[in-house]
Nanobody, 117 residues
Framework: QMRLVESGGGLVQAGGSLLLSCVAS????????MAWYRQFPGKEREFVAT????????SYADSVKGRFTISRDIRKKMLFLQMDNLKPEDTAVYYC??????????WGQGTQVIVST
């Protein structure tokens, strides 16, 4: 089964940028739509962005539209989230997700992002 490992989280000042990465193991990366979700302390996980399996279609939550960019490198089996103009309210644990319509989605372990004022 595919395994997802995120990296790139950390502490950044408001207005700054971070690039989150997610590397997938296994041979099925190219057949999955992929997504980023995030979870605020004490809250449910929420959708951030998604990208089609070919990379030609993307969608974003209104809260990040214009500031975050999702991309993927199929050959390297990697998913990215470029986060610009970060705000304190973006502080959360960010998860890489492989979407599987007929089965449970596959989630990474998460990477913490903290945006200071």
């Amino acid at each position: 089964q595919m395994r997802l490992v995120e990296s790139g989280g950390g502490l950044v000042q408001a207005g700054g940028s971070l690039l989150l990465s997610c590397v997938a193991s296994g041979r099925t990366f190219s057949i999955h739509d992929m997504a980023w979700y995030r979870q605020f302390p004490g809250k449910e996980r929420e959708f951030v962005a998604t990208i089609s399996r070919t990379g030609d279609s993307t969608s974003y939550a209104d809260s990040v539209k214009g500031r975050f960019t999702i991309s993927r490198d199929i050959r390297k089996k990697m998913l990215f989230l470029q986060m610009d103009n970060l705000k304190p309210e973006d502080t959360a644990v960010y998860y890489c997700v492989a979407k599987r319509p007929s089965e449970s989605d596959i989630w990474g372990q998460g990477t913490q992002v903290i945006v200071s004022t």
